[in-house]
């Protein structure tokens, strides 16, 4: 069939007999229809298309179907494509896919465009399934020597003797800018499943491919260039382990381990970080798992025995026919549905016919594959609520709780009439939001350590800035009399507790987080220490620890839940305590003798960006603000998979009853008339581009009714959430020109 033909498909809905949950078929009765690996980008961002392989003329290619006019458009035509290492760009532009095992191209959705992004080179074939890094701006790839490669079998057959062959194989890192590749590893050994972990592409993970029972070390790490090639789990005998995947936050991969002889299997994670292993709990034989966003559900596809064994008769048993949600939190599952599908390999294709469920992007229902009406074809099924929850444990009736917040306080078109009234307003209403005292103490700070830098000098000091409690922070001054700019330079989250301060400022010596610090700001900062760059030309840097973080850190991820009810118990909130400290760290900045008080920035990265922005709205000490990658849209974050609907993080930034009030961007714009500078990445997966658009917009709306237009700039650039060298030089250009003395 020719590439941009349109076919109208007929859903068929029915009800599934042990759950009652509704199953709709997709895709065509007498067309074979797969789908693409589970773990790979199947649904637009908005969940309205899916990419998926359809054979209805004799060829296997690739076809976008839009759920809502339930029509598909071919993608590609002549066949030889991979469906299963396909996969949708984060910008939904773009289907990568492998073509006749030496291209890895890609196509337009739009212009339908076909371009070869990378060319094996002579003697190698494209292997497997490709994995693109969250920014798709990279693919972690596996080629298989040709000379090496199973030519003589099929299906499960050519899968062993491949394994026994132990082919000349590579791990590769290609640039999908340039279509340079980096071999990262070579070895004459089976090996398969290449990934990146989400929020890290140095760090990529792949598998000792082959029959189950015959592998006895599957799940190994390697950085992207070369080193630190580790082992993630140390097999036990008989035990087997399978179908590994990043959780989408990249704190653990998740696998399947079971053993010889035994029906039962096992839900098991693995932390890349401590390189310690978890049973999470138990379940029926599936094979495949896959995660919600927020890591707390599971859908897992029961099987039999499958093709992936040596020996078929020890692994042999009743097949399980159904679909698994697996509720890791309750250590409970139930049935989703009944796939029924047979697993049998399609023209050649061991995968074709497999389930491979996974949720969609809303995750109200799981797509998954069978082929119980003889050929693979695609289905959806509803998830069912959990007690009136949704998976990521939203109110059923989110929507309508969105909808209805007025922002009373917001800017609105009446507010240009007296704005200073409006901005007195809000500050006012938000102050006691913080359930902290404002009346900050004398900061009484105390120098406990002091380093010498090339044009500056860091002091670690301690400080008062709340009730009860001092505060760890550096103090960076240049050489020289002043006055000097200054800036509070924030921190971020990231879910590293050990480091706060030094996330942003490089630790003095002997330090024992030194090494942390230097591979955290290699990660998220490009290198660069932003605080010492600051001082090293002229500024004054002042960056605290906010209570969880460095030498006031709590006990990891999963206290933080501990700590925000502490709190609240004691009539404060954690997001009001560093709201507050922030506010106060302001002031003592400002008051500093080397500092010029006309002169005193906030800035900060991802909850830093919060912070940042938060204290530019709510002090008058700060002249201006930068804030990167933090900013969207209640509206744009309360939704399923958004990173404030996870709970744990969200309530170091939560302040119960601001939404009763104004949105986000409407407690930004309380900063106006001041310069204020965001920065947002459009392939940020924590901040949805649009919503962030949306929140930049109607801030703009504020500064143009003051005619400070001028002063207010929002920046989007290509890329995911850092806070790069070129972004730090974008910042600095902007800072020199609104802060330049008159």
């Excluded at 409970?332 to 047979?342: P, Q």
């Excluded at 404030?644 to 009853?657: K, L, Y």
């Excluded at 459009?682 to 962030?692: H, N, S, Y």
Aim: aromatic letters at 10%; proline letters at 6%.
């Amino acid at each position: 069939m020719p590439q941009g033909r349109t076919a109208d498909f007929e859903f068929i809905t029915t009800y599934d007999p042990v759950s009652g949950a509704r199953v709709v078929r997709l895709t065509p009765v007498g067309a074979a229809c797969t789908r693409n690996y589970f773990y790979q980008k199947a649904f637009t961002t908005d969940g309205k298309r899916l990419v998926f392989g359809a054979d209805l003329d004799g060829t296997m290619d690739l076809w976008l179907l839009d759920l809502e006019i339930r029509r598909a458009v071919q993608l590609t035509e002549g066949g030889g494509v991979s469906v299963q290492g396909c996969f949708l760009s984060p910008d939904d532009r773009f289907v990568y896919f492998s073509r006749g095992k030496v291209s890895f191209c890609r196509v337009d959705v739009e212009t339908l465009r076909e371009e070869v992004v990378y060319t094996a080179p002579q003697g190698w074939n494209c292997y497997g399934t490709w994995v693109a890094n969250d920014n798709c701006t990279r693919v972690a790839a596996i080629e298989l020597w040709e000379a090496d490669q199973v030519t003589d079998a099929t299906g499960w057959e050519r899968f062993e003797k491949q394994f026994h062959r132990k082919p000349r194989q590579r791990l590769l890192d290609i640039d999908l800018a340039t279509g340079q590749a980096r071999v990262v590893l070579e070895r004459e050994l089976f090996i398969g499943h290449p990934m990146y972990r989400p929020g890290d592409d140095r760090q990529m993970a792949f598998c000792h491919e082959g029959p189950h029972d015959l592998v006895d070390s599957r799940i190994w790490l390697v950085n992207s260039d070369g080193s630190g090639l580790r082992q993630a789990k140390e097999q036990a005998p008989g035990e087997a382990c399978m179908h590994e995947f990043w959780v989408p936050d990249g704190s653990k991969m998740v696998y399947v381990s079971y053993t010889r002889g035994e029906k039962k299997r096992s839900i098991w994670s693995f932390d890349p970080d401590t390189g310690t292993n978890q049973r999470l709990m138990d379940m029926p034989p599936c094979a495949h798992l896959m995660s919600n966003r927020a890591g707390n559900l599971l859908v897992g596809d029961g099987a039999g025995q499958l093709g992936d064994v040596a020996d078929k008769a020890g692994h042999a048993f009743e097949p399980d026919p159904h679909l698994y949600l697996f509720d890791l939190a309750r250590h409970e599952f139930r049935v989703l549905c009944r796939h029924d599908s047979t697993w049998a390999v399609y023209q050649g294709n061991t995968q074709a016919s497999h389930p491979h469920p996974s949720f969609t992007p809303d995750q109200r229902q799981v797509l998954f594959c069978s082929d119980v009406s003889g050929l693979p074809a695609l289905y959806l099924v509803d998830v069912p609520p959990t007690d009136g929850l949704t998976p990521d444990m939203l109110p059923d009736w989110y929507p309508q709780a969105v909808a209805s917040l007025e922002f009373p306080l917001g800017w609105k078109l009446s507010s240009a009439s007296d704005p200073a009234s409006w901005q007195r307003r809000g500050r006012q209403a938000v102050a006691p939001l913080l359930l902290e005292p404002l009346d900050f103490p004398s900061p009484q700070p105390e120098v406990v350590q002091s380093e010498a830098r090339e044009g500056y000098r860091v002091d670690r000091i301690t400080l008062s800035l709340g009730r009860f409690r001092r505060t760890s922070a550096y103090l960076a001054v240049p050489d020289g009399p002043g006055p000097f700019p200054a800036a509070l330079v924030l921190h971020d989250h990231g879910a590293c507790f050990e480091i706060g301060k030094e996330k942003m400022l490089r630790p003095l010596a002997g330090h024992p987080m030194a090494a942390m610090a230097q591979s955290w700001v290699e990660k998220n900062y490009e290198g660069r220490f932003v605080a010492d760059d600051l001082a090293r030309d002229g500024w004054v840097v002042l960056v605290t620890d906010a209570l969880g973080w460095g030498d006031r850190a709590c006990g990891g991820y999963e206290t933080q839940q501990a700590v925000a009810s502490n709190l609240f118990n004691l009539g404060s909130s954690w997001a009001g305590v560093i709201a507050s400290e922030d506010l106060a760290a302001a002031a003592f900045l400002a008051h500093h003798p080397m500092v010029d008080p006309a002169r005193v920035v906030s800035l900060g990265h991802s909850m830093g960006g919060y912070r940042s922005y938060q204290a530019g709205a709510l002090s008058d000490h700060l002249t201006a603000t930068v804030a990167i990658c933090c900013l969207a849209t209640l509206a744009g974050m309360m939704v399923p998979g958004g990173n404030r609907v996870r709970g744990q993080s969200a309530f170091s930034m939560t302040h119960p009853g601001l939404s009763r009030l104004m949105d986000f961007p409407d407690l930004a714009a309380l900063a106006a008339p001041k310069p204020l500078f965001f920065l947002h990445g459009t392939q940020d997966r924590l901040f949805p581009e649009t919503a962030v658009r949306q929140a930049c917009a109607h801030i703009a709306t504020v500064y143009q009714t003051l005619d400070r237009s001028s002063v207010f700039h929002a920046e989007f650039r290509p890329g995911g959430h850092l806070y790069s060298r070129q972004d730090q030089g974008l910042v600095r250009d902007w800072l020199d020109r609104v802060l330049r003395p008159v």
